[in-house]
């Protein structure tokens, strides 16, 4: 039986100090929930301590090919959207499960 790669995302970006609590609770509410009810196997958060705006955030797919249609999806736009109202300078790297 063939072993599928584990596919996690990982982004690291900056939140204003103004916009985190904002941005924490959209979070929350919508897109965390969103990405676990489409595909999404964990979504964690992360603030980096010695930076007052950085963060970094973790998602887990099952695959490669989980993830990239759990990010085609139509209704992912608005979600996307939502994140990128409160984050900038966004770096995203997807890496897989080696080991």
């Known amino acids: 039986m063939e072993k599928k790669e584990v596919a996690k995302v990982v982004f690291t970006y900056d939140v204003s100090i ?3 609590k904002e941005y924490l609770k959209a979070t929350g509410e919508k897109i965390k929930p969103f990405w676990e009810c489409n ?3 964990s979504y964690s958060v992360w603030k980096v301590s ?3 705006t950085a963060f970094v955030k973790e998602m ?3 695959d490669v090919t989980s993830m990239e249609k759990s ?3 139509t209704e992912a736009k608005s979600i996307k959207e939502l994140f990128f109202s409160f984050a900038n300078n966004v770096s995203r790297k997807v890496c897989i499960k080696k080991i």
């Open 71 to 73: 990010i085609s999806l």
């Open 18 to 20: 103004e916009k985190q």
């Open 50 to 52: 010695d930076n007052p």
């Open 39 to 41: 595909g999404c196997q």
């Open 60 to 62: 887990f797919f099952e």
